[in-house]
């Protein structure tokens, strides 16, 4: 079972909120961890969008809207990236990350389609 | 604005070296871990190696464990990776990254 997993895929549409989940293998728990996200288009490089570890631990990515913000659900041991009013801008790859055992650890990443 | 700017890259058949380099400006290099990460084409991130600070401690991926070696030099702001023994699935974009800031990255080609 990985570590980090992401769903593949999430469609919204302009305007929207989009709740991207990155949920953590049973056993690591998603209270010990600064969850990182990244938005990666095509071409480019991966952009560091954020982290969250409580609402006193986060931190906003240089230059990166509000609209943008994280959060965990304990309950599903999983961190959540929340993209609210959607932009076609928008539209890309999207890659949690945990620094676990001196390792970086990505998610498989999920491609947000705003249409 | 903080750039980090890798080079190196390039087309080597399997079991041939390469050095990756990453020049930071406008960056307090030291004060950062800085890691490798590559991305095969359409494909997921990997995290490679990291070295902390100081460069006193390094950390690997189990694929590249006594292959790769991570190394810095915080009086030139420079972040290298040597990669020796290099094999088909090591094809991919390398990334030199803090946690905040990532280059463009270069492209390793191992091929035969």
């Known amino acids: 079972q990985a570590v980090l997993t992401q769903p593949s895929s999430l469609s919204a549409s302009p305007g929207a909120s989009a709740s991207l989940t990155c949920t953590l293998r049973s056993g690591i728990n998603v209270g010990t961890y600064r969850i990182y996200w990244y938005q990666q288009k095509p071409g480019s490089p991966p952009q560091y969008l954020l982290r969250y570890k409580s609402d006193s631990d986060k931190q906003q990515g240089s230059g990166v809207p509000s609209r943008f913000s994280g959060s965990k659900d304990a309950s599903a041991n999983a961190g959540i990236l929340l993209i609210s009013g959607l932009q076609s801008e928008d539209e890309a790859d999207y890659y949690c990350m945990i620094a676990h055992n001196s390792a970086w650890v990505f998610g498989g990443g999920t491609k947000l389609t705003v249409l | 604005e903080v750039q980090l700017v890798e080079s190196g890259g390039g087309l080597v058949q399997p079991g041939e070296s390469l050095r990756l380099s990453c020049a930071a400006s406008r960056f307090t290099f030291g004060t950062y871990t800085m890691s490798w990460v590559r991305q095969t084409p359409g494909k997921g991130l990997e995290w490679v190696a990291n070295?902390?600070?100081?460069?006193?401690?390094?950390n690997y991926v189990d694929s590249v464990k006594g292959r790769f070696t991570i190394s810095r030099d915080n009086a030139k702001n420079l972040l290298y990776l040597q990669m020796n023994s290099l094999r088909v699935e090591d094809t991919a974009v390398y990334y030199c990254?803090?946690?905040?800031?990532w280059g463009q990255g270069t492209l390793v080609t191992v091929s035969s």
């Open positions: 070295t902390k600070q100081d460069g006193s401690e390094k």
């Open positions: 990254a803090s946690f905040d800031n």
